[in-house]
């Protein structure tokens, strides 16, 4: 099973930026799609952003424009770069590989 490592969590003001990485373990991660999801207490885990091995991403409407997920194959990284944050962005961030899931990241965008 691959293990995920989320890194880059923290309390940011409104307007602010940022950048989440998601480092796995093994020799598999180039080979499969990368997704980051986000989850506050009481609320269902949605996933905001998704890359495929080939670089394609999709979004959901609530971060178009103001996410960017990539990836670094190379590092066995995925990183999710937050920009114009807002206090609805806060929540515990985890990324997803092939049915594995890290241990979660805290974001809090608050005044």
């Known amino acids: 099973q691959v293990q995920l490592v989320e890194s880059g969590g923290g309390l940011v003001q409104p307007g602010g930026s940022l950048r989440l990485s998601c480092v796995a373990s093994?020799?598999?991660?180039?080979?499969?799609?990368v997704s980051w999801h986000r989850q506050v207490p009481g609320k269902q885990r949605e996933m905001v952003a998704r890359?495929?091995?080939?670089?394609?991403?999709s979004y959901a409407d609530s971060v178009k424009g103001r996410f960017t997920v990539s990836r670094d194959d190379a590092k066995n990284t995925a990183y999710l770069q937050m920009n114009s944050l807002k206090p609805d962005d806060s929540a515990v961030y985890y990324c997803?590989?092939?049915?594995?899931w890290g241990q979660g990241t805290q974001v809090t965008v608050s005044a």
């Open positions: 093994g020799s598999i991660f180039s080979y499969y799609a």
């Open positions: 997803y590989l092939r049915d594995s």
């Open positions: 890359i495929n091995s080939e670089g394609g991403t």
